[in-house]
């Protein structure tokens, strides 16, 4: 299988490429700065070039805070970038996946209360950042353009072995020793990169006529807020790392924390669909935490 992976060198990408290699799959993962997905006519030459028989698309403007001001560029990237690859997709009759994000949805129901209930696919969306917003619109052109052919996988939280994420963010902050403030009132999945690739990789195995249109991708078990879950990296990691013995996390609440982007407060994702096409349970986010530490050498 010839894959063309648009995002590469990202936290995800990096993993898409390496599982890729290992089930020999043939890869071809341009850089931003040799093919940028705002440029239709290098990402059109490229496509009708290669041939590929998928293409995913992985890239994205993913500096949540800073899309606030850089509002230009993140749906230069997040909404026109999709729109050229689904064009140039749908042009060679090429499958085409889109990654994307909890954050299309704003944690809140219709009569705005506070949402509880995981989010299924087909829930209505209503980013509450630039970042959401223009993810939302990539995943409009993807099903307008490309129908049957394009499959979007929403996911959340992710973490990996390639920084910078949450996890990297906060065994640096545990080795200062210090008191490590993490938001304890906005839940979610928090979702090993390692695992979701190799769920990319069984998706485009399956045949478009099952797996098309929107499908939610994250680690199963009991949802969590960052406080849980950085909590959760320092029990299992403090005595592995110089200095976390004495770092402390500490919860704090979302709007003491002064981020630019607003997130939702709530944004698990019910998976049952992914469950029901892959024929097995999602990975527990507890034990791909593990799998992510063994791997960084912290467990
Ligand atoms: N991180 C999360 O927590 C999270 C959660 C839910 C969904 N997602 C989605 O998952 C996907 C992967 O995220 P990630 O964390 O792996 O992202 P990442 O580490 O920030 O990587 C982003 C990738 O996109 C590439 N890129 C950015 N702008 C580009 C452009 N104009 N043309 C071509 N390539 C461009 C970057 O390449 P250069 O470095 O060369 O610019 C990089 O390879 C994204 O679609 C993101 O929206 C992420």
Known sequence: ?????????GQLGHEIREKAS?????????????????????????????????????????????????????FATNSLGSKNVALAAKKNNTRLVYISTDYVFSGKNIDNSPRTIPYLEEDMVNPLSVYGASKNEGEQHVVNICGQEGLIVRTSSLYGKKSPNFVHTVLRLFTEGREVSVVNDQFMLPTWSGWLAE?????????????????????????????????????????????????????????????????????????????????????????????????????
Request: net charge negative; with cysteine; proline share 5%.
């Open 1 to 9: 299988m010839k894959i063309l992976l648009f995002g590469g060198s």
């Open 22 to 74: 290992n089930l020999n799959f043939q890869v071809v993962s341009p850089i931003s700065s040799e093919v940028n997905i705002t440029n239709q006519q290098q990402v059109d030459f490229l496509v009708t070039q290669l041939n590929p028989d998928i293409i995913i698309n992985s890239a994205a403007y993913t500096a949540v805070d800073d899309a606030e001001v850089n509002t230009v560029e993140c």
């Open 199 to 299: 769920v990319i990789l069984d998706l485009v195995r399956i045949p478009k006529e099952t797996a098309h249109g929107i499908v939610h991708v994250s680690c199963g078990g009991d949802y969590v807020s960052w406080y849980d879950f950085a909590s959760r990296i320092h029990e299992l990691t403090k005595n592995n790392i110089d200095g976390a013995i004495a770092s402390k996390v500490v919860p704090v609440l979302a709007s003491n924390f002064g981020r630019p982007a607003p997130r939702p407060n709530f944004s698990v994702l019910n998976c049952s669909k992914l469950s029901s096409w892959l024929n097995r349970p999602c990975l527990n986010w507890d034990l791909a935490l593990q799998y992510c530490l063994r791997e960084i050498n912290v467990l």
